[in-house]
């Protein structure tokens, strides 16, 4: 059976001027489910991904994310930062895109408040290869820390840790995603923002720990090469791939801005909207 689900539209123009009322209505549109107050549940981080691809699934224009996004985007990657504890992002991804440390947004302050939350989400950088310029601004800061695993080299980690950066081992040979998730659980960060890249988003698809994803589709064609959303290791082999399993997840909820794009929210099959 096939279902006609309108699409709800927000103006461009108002997103783009961030208007509080605009950010506010998207903030309860895209409100993290209520917790358990006890039981397992109440220690699980929920895992929401946002990200962008064009329409024919590129993840990148001129090799960086923000080249397909428009004021609305703009405006949901606020509003999903606004109701994070932590965003969650790989570390080449972070320097490409030249991420800065998540700083206090007023117009969700008293949300945040309410919800017991700290002022800002914290920044959590997932590296391996601890490939990070130790004069990186966000480093040193007090509320980011580095994810990363025990066999990394010893040099980077040293000179990392000289420039005052806090690193969290969350594996022996690797960065284990089932290990960074309890982490940003156990430092009390429950409500988790992944921001990619495709190899993070990738590992954390293939061990099951996605909640949710937000998903802008820009209204632009790219072509090229550009790689997709999200990728795993060995994705270059055919048999792997195949052997990937499929993630089942429903729609929950589609918007559309003047501009063209659309925004969709997807949940884990089985776990239903706060709507």
Not at 54 to 70: M, Q, W, Y
Not at 95 to 103: K, L, S
Not at 206 to 225: R, V, Y
Request: a negative charge; hydrophobic letters at 40%; proline letters at 8%.
């Amino acid at each position: 059976m096939f279902h006609l689900q309108k699409a709800t539209q927000v103006t461009s123009a108002d997103a783009d001027r961030e208007g509080p009322e605009t950010l506010l209505a998207l903030a309860e549109h895209y409100r993290y489910p209520p917790r358990p107050a006890a039981g397992p549940g109440a220690a699980a981080p929920f895992v929401r991904a946002n990200m962008v691809s064009s329409i024919d699934g590129a993840a990148t224009h001129d090799g960086k994310s923000g080249g397909l996004g428009g004021p609305g985007d703009k405006a949901v990657f606020r509003v999903l930062r606004g109701l994070a504890d932590v965003v969650l992002v790989g570390a080449g991804t972070a320097a490409t895109e030249g991420y800065r440390q998540p700083q206090p947004d007023d117009v969700f302050a008293d949300l945040r408040k309410e919800n017991g939350q700290a002022p800002a989400p914290a920044l959590a950088l997932v590296s391996r290869s601890l490939s990070v310029p130790p004069d990186y601004p966000p480093l040193s800061h007090p509320d980011t820390v580095v994810l990363t695993c025990a066999s990394a080299p010893r040099d980077r980690r040293a000179a990392l840790v000289d420039a005052g950066a806090t690193l969290v081992d969350c594996g022996e040979d690797d960065v284990e995603s089932s290990t960074l998730i309890a982490t940003c659980g156990d430092r009390g960060w429950p409500r988790v923002l992944c921001e990619g890249g495709p190899s993070l988003l990738g590992s954390i698809i293939a061990d099951d720990l996605l909640d949710e994803i937000c998903l802008t589709t820009s209204p632009h064609l790219a072509g090229g090469h550009s790689g997709r959303i999200a990728v795993r290791a060995g994705d270059g082999d055919d048999s792997d791939e195949d052997a990937a399993a499929l993630r089942a997840m429903t729609p929950a909820a589609i918007i559309t801005d003047d501009d063209g794009f659309v925004f969709t929210r997807w949940l884990r099959h089985g776990r239903s909207s706060i709507h």
